[in-house]
């Protein structure tokens, strides 16, 4: 599979206006191109930024086809430090990637990444931060990353099989952190289950009224309590408190 990835500038909308719609630029700027990529299924970004610092700091990870989580730093460039007409307003720079978690000959895709908001970078030039990612091998893979001055060092803290269909390996396509050690992952056999990271033999709770395969699951980014979950056949929303988990289907 060969893939690219390409960064678009989005212009800002007026908030004053009745429909705010996004506007994305037409020529936008390659950052991985085919002949030196394989597929990207997924990418998160990751605030570097801190009151200390007066540079605004990105971290992109991306999820690609043979199985690597490649890490990206994007940096807007100070006022004083470009010419608007010749010089770009960011610099963009790999910095990193894993190794796959692999149970085969064969490395598995990794289908999809997020971040643990909990741990998060925190000082200039020294943080670390956390992922969590899923693969077509039913696996799920927890990862401690370790940032310095030009560099991401993506070290695994634990991996572990996480879905199947009548003993085969189901694709697990999604999965997030919803407490610092409480994970949701979600699987092509149609099944949510959480799973404490620091005991990942068994999962804590399984749903499996899904008709069909858990393709997304998100927190809410402010009520701690909501998760919506997306399916093949319908989206619904999970509360979550003391990990005991209840759902609301909704319609259509």
Not at 33 to 41: I, Q, R
Not at 92 to 97: Q, R
Not at 103 to 119: F, I, K, M, N, R
Request: proline share 5%; charged share 20%.
């Amino acid at each position: 599979r060969l893939g690219q990835m390409d960064l678009h500038l989005i212009k800002v909308p007026e908030f004053n206006s009745s429909c705010m719609p996004l506007q994305f630029d037409k020529d936008p700027i390659t950052i991985l191109e085919p002949t030196s990529s394989s597929g990207v299924l997924d990418g998160k970004w990751l605030s570097m930024n801190n009151d200390s610092s007066a540079d605004e700091k990105w971290c992109f990870a991306s999820a690609h086809s043979t199985g690597e989580i490649r890490i990206h730093t994007f940096q807007v460039m100070a006022a004083d430090e470009f010419r608007l007409d010749t010089d770009p307003l960011f610099d963009m720079k790999f910095i990193g990637e894993s190794r796959p978690p692999t149970t085969g000959s064969t490395a598995p895709v990794c289908l999809s990444l997020s971040w643990d908001s909990a741990v998060a970078y925190k000082e200039p030039h020294v943080g670390s931060a956390r992922l969590v990612s899923t693969y077509s091998d039913g696996m799920v893979a927890i990862y401690d990353v370790m940032f310095s001055d030009s560099s991401a060092q993506l070290v695994e803290y634990d991996s572990w099989k996480a879905h199947a269909i009548f003993s085969t390996p189901a694709e697990v396509w999604t999965a997030c952190f919803v407490d610092h050690n409480v994970v949701f992952s979600g699987g092509d056999e149609g099944k949510l289950k959480t799973w404490d990271i620091r005991v990942t033999s068994r999962p804590m709770q399984v749903i499996d009224s899904f008709d069909a395969g858990v393709t997304c699951v998100s927190p809410h980014p402010y009520a701690e309590h909501v998760v919506a979950v997306g399916s093949c056949t319908y989206c619904l929303l999970q509360t979550k408190r003391s990990i005991r988990l209840t759902h609301t289907q909704l319609r259509q």
